[in-house]
């Protein structure tokens, strides 16, 4: 599911979808947006954080073309349809950044004025992940200087944030309210993981699905 809702994300701010549907919906038919529209096929995804998720999302990005970097703590590990490559190189080169690792001391606000700034202003940032990942007070000053071109935040710092301020209320801005890993299908598959946890443990046997951060 947050795999899913990631690869709707680039096709959503690709494609301006948000902005199109807030025009129309002020009886505004233009077609001109800045910065133009590409074609996804072709265009660079950077991937921060390749575990589950992050190799799903890959995996998704390389069927509808997409050209695929990433960078993860074992840079040994290759990946299928993933260049591997340091933090600056997904930073500087990506037109969509999307997050997907853990907050830990070491990552909270890795995304800062720093990164921003050394991204392309046509570039779009995606977290699905945590919202301490972000410095959103710099997202929101990156957005004012047109130094990247929006973003799409499924989680926030904190949640739910105050919607009426930047960059929450910034119409280049999609905010959803952590709701990418929800389908009917994942809430079942949750329950039914905490179910058979719980009679792992109580019989004795290891816990299933650790994550060790």
């Known amino acids: 599911e947050v795999a899913e ?8 701010m690709g494609r301006r979808l948000g902005a199109f549907h807030l025009r129309t919906k002020n ?5 001109e947006v800045e910065p133009p529209i590409r074609r996804i096929h072709g265009q660079t995804l950077g991937i921060i954080g390749l575990g589950n998720i992050g190799q799903r999302v890959a995996s998704l990005a390389n069927a509808v073309g997409l050209n695929v970097i990433g960078t993860r703590r074992d840079m040994t590990q290759l990946i299928a349809g993933v260049r591997l490559t340091n933090l600056a190189e997904v930073i500087n080169i990506s037109d969509f950044v999307s997050l ?5 001391h070491d ?5 800062g004025e720093p990164q921003f700034a050394a991204m392309k202003d046509s570039a779009f940032l995606i977290n699905t992940a945590r919202g301490g990942l972000v410095d959103h007070t710099a997202l929101a000053a990156a957005l004012e200087s047109k130094q990247i071109a929006g973003a799409v ?20 801005v999609i905010v959803t309210p952590h709701t990418a890993f929800i389908s009917t299908e994942s809430i079942t598959d949750l329950r039914t993981r905490c179910f058979e946890n719980t009679l792992s443990i109580l019989s004795g046997a290891p816990g299933k699905f650790v994550v060790n951060l």
């Open 100 to 104: 997907h690792l853990p907050l830990t």
């Open 27 to 31: 009886n505004d038919y233009r077609r």
């Open 5 to 12: 809702h990631t690869i709707a994300s680039i096709f959503t």
């Open 107 to 111: 990552t909270q606000h890795m995304i």
């Open 153 to 172: 935040l499924d989680v926030q710092t904190p949640e739910p944030p105050d919607l009426t301020i930047p960059p929450y209320n910034d119409p280049r």
